[in-house]
Nanobody
Framework: QVQLVESGGGLVQAGGSLRLSCAAS????????MGWFRQAPGKERDFVAA????????RYLDSVKGRFTISRDNAKNTVYLQMNSLKPEDTAVYYC?????????????????WGQGTQVTVSS
């Protein structure tokens, strides 16, 4: 069993930055791929970014490439999402997730464990 707790969300002006954190506890964090997803009210859940268990590979939603960076610190059982040049369309609840299947995470948007989410609001 893995518990994930997100933090770092809030209100930011367009063009600003936020850094989301996801702290994991329970089972071995370092053996899970980690991802970030987001969902706006009335919209489907979107994949945002993912990082392999070793940190050697990453994948991003096209619309956030060059603006968002996912990273992890296995010693701290924490994954991060650095978000720069934020746009109003980035407004959503952001969820941290853990999974052991890369394809399911990136393409199927399916993971074994999910956090409760943190709200990110970008004003114009």
């Amino acid at each position: 069993q893995v518990q994930l707790v997100e933090s770092g969300g809030g209100l930011v002006q367009a063009g600003g930055s936020l850094r989301l954190s996801c702290a994991a506890s329970g089972r071995t964090f370092s053996r899970y791929h980690m991802g970030w997803f987001r969902q706006a009210p009335g919209k489907e859940r979107d994949f945002v970014a993912a990082i392999t268990w070793s940190g050697g590979g990453t994948r991003y939603l096209d619309s956030v490439k060059g603006r968002f960076t996912i990273s992890r610190d296995n010693a701290k059982n924490t994954v991060y999402l650095q978000m720069n040049s934020l746009k109003p369309e980035d407004t959503a609840v952001y969820y941290c997730a853990a999974g052991d299947d890369w394809v399911r995470m990136v393409y199927g948007k399916s993971c074994e464990y999910w956090g409760q989410g943190t709200q990110v609001t970008v004003s114009s």
